[in-house]
């Protein structure tokens, strides 16, 4: 059905401004760990979805194939991932996450749970749950 | 009151990728527009809350004073805002948002409203009112 146009615009601002706020939160979050935004990024992803090549990870990322070329490079001499070679085909190089990047991923995701923890606690259970059901109707939505 | 770390490792997640893809649609938006992503967030910011000076706005970004100098400096060379002298002051200047900055800034929130339409078009309308008191919720608590 079509919603109201109020409705609409309320709904991209709000969302907008949560996406700013847990944007700058993020940033601090980060400031106190020794990596960048885009290594977060890259590193959530391969926490994730396990191994992956460069091509598939630029494509997760957004980001041009020599972009992500250079941030696995960084990453990889700061011994937060090593590229791997295939052992069926030994052309295909996928990165790999090393113990202390996942250490960090880990830290950084505990540390932004805290966070979200602090906002939520002064809501009650019907409304945590509440929002957890819209939330995941939102994303399954953009997803489609 | 306490929640569950199960609930909020969910909430986290969600919310984070909520985040990743409402911020590569509004570049993908972007890129029909003669306007970069933090100049939209600068145009967004002088359209919401008026003129204001570089510092104002700076903090507004979380921006260094230099950067957001030349973030107005080129929006000022292409006639999107204007510095303007205080008439009381004349030692303040605030940015003025001019007209072609007003209709480029209203044309990409149109856009993002569009797409939000089409992301919200098959929930329901108590769906919808649901999830814009969950937002709405969230963003007050974010700003407390």
């Given amino acids: 059905m ?7 615009k309320e709904i991209e601002y709000v ?10 939160k993020g940033r601090e979050i980060l400031s106190e760990f020794p990596i ?9 992803w391969l926490n994730e979805e ?15 194939f020599s972009t992500t070329t250079d941030l696995v490079d960084r990453m990889e001499k700061n011994g937060l991932v090593e590229r791997i070679r295939d052992q069926k085909d030994r052309r295909v190089v996928r990165i790999h996450l090393l113990n ?21 606690e002064s809501m009650s259970q019907e ?13 399954k939505k953009m997803n489609e």
Same sequence: chains 1, 2.
Avoid: C, W
């Fill in 36 to 44: 960048t935004p885009p290594q977060f990024v890259a590193l959530q």
């Fill in 100 to 120: 202390k990047g996942k250490e960090i991923i880990n830290e950084v995701l505990e540390t932004r749970r805290a966070y979200l923890a602090h906002i939520l």
């Fill in 15 to 24: 969302l907008r401004k949560i996406s700013g706020i847990i944007k700058q």
């Fill in 127 to 139: 409304e945590v749950n509440q929002m957890a059901i819209s939330l995941q109707q939102l994303f």
């Fill in 2 to 8: 079509k919603h109201s146009p109020e409705q609409i």
């Fill in 50 to 64: 396990g191994d992956m090549t460069i091509g598939e990870l630029s494509n997760k990322m957004y980001l041009a």
